[in-house]
């Protein structure tokens, strides 16, 4: 899988993956409206309206990157019929080509990582038949639970040519709590990307990449920077550009020599690119998509990282 997200990279020549986290109160309202006419104010209805908002978005940037990455929670507190619009959005940006990333941050031990796997990269054995549950081609996974945790994983991973993503040092404000705590004279985020290192040497594309790959934030560049060094086969997702603060200067520590081995998230930056403006919303997310793409790869080719 991550032969298959590097050549889709170089395809589009973009290194982006575009966050698909809907907000009701965000969805344009004439969606909105709609469906509460044909549902009432339920469940379904906001199901509906969050179906019909991603895949006008989908639609809209498909041709400009290589991936998409629904998180979960956004699809969850609507219940049943939240789950099935996050079901159908994975099936709908898979059948436009792009590789999907599963933001659901799972991590347990045994037979319940098993089943995380299995939900959301694997399939599902009913009775004779091995079902699919959810599109995704990758996952976020914490690894705070250790190999207990990431072997499961781990296993779909090799059968299914899937791929993970690590939390190893993430964007938010007080992740350093935990992260940056020091153990034996290194910080807690350093030793885990050096057992995610060791991992991408157990499984290894041919591109160099290995489709166990880390979730590292824009908003901490320094750090990106020396992860990088860390973790030379793994492809960073990296979280935090634009709404949080992350700038394209800031992730170009997060791309090796090459020019490749990261892909920069944007979320609220794209999909709701038209709040404040005239524009509708499909079309204002292409144009913050093209901005972000030409920003990072100006920052790329001044850096002299530019691999195309």
């Not at 945790?149 to 791929?163: N, W, Y």
Request: hydrophobic content about 40%; glycine content about 10%.
């Amino acid at each position: 899988m991550s032969d298959r997200l590097i050549k889709a990279i170089k395809e589009k020549k973009s290194p982006i993956v575009v966050g698909l986290d809907p907000r009701l109160e965000s969805i344009p309202k004439e969606i909105l409206e709609r469906h509460f006419e044909l549902y009432g104010e339920t469940f379904e209805a906001a199901a509906e309206s969050i179906l019909a908002f991603n895949m006008g978005i989908i639609d809209a940037i498909s041709d400009l990157v290589p991936a998409v990455k629904p998180q979960i929670a956004f699809y969850e507190q609507y219940g049943v019929e939240g789950m099935m619009a996050y079901k159908k959005t994975c099936e709908y940006a898979k059948s436009k080509g792009l590789v999907v990333v599963a933001d659901v941050k799972r991590g347990d031990i045994g037979s319940t990582s098993k089943a995380y796997a299995i939900a959301h990269l694997g399939r599902t054995k009913v009775g004779s038949q091995y079902l699919t549950a959810f599109e995704a081609d990758f996952a976020t996974v914490n690894p705070y639970l250790g190999d207990d945790c990431m072997k499961e994983f781990m296993d779909e991973v090799r059968e299914l040519e899937k791929g993970l993503f690590i939390l190893v040092k993430t964007s938010n404000k007080t992740s350093g709590q935990i992260q940056d705590l020091e153990v034996e004279g290194e910080k807690v985020y350093s030793k885990v990307a050096k057992i995610v290192s060791t991992w991408n040497d157990q499984i290894c594309g041919e591109s160099g990449y290995s489709p166990i790959g880390a979730v590292v934030g824009a908003t901490y560049p320094s750090e990106l920077e020396a992860l990088r060094k860390l973790m030379p086969k793994a492809i960073f997702l990296v979280p935090g550009y634009g709404a949080q603060g992350g700038t394209a200067s800031d992730v170009v520590g997060a791309f090796n020599e090459d020019g490749l081995g990261a892909i920069v998230n944007s979320s609220r930056g794209i999909i709701f690119a038209y709040e404040g403006t005239e524009a509708h919303f499909a079309e204002a997310a292409r144009a913050a998509t093209i901005q972000m793409r030409d920003e990072i790869n100006n920052a790329l080719e001044k850096s002299g990282k530019i691999y195309w």
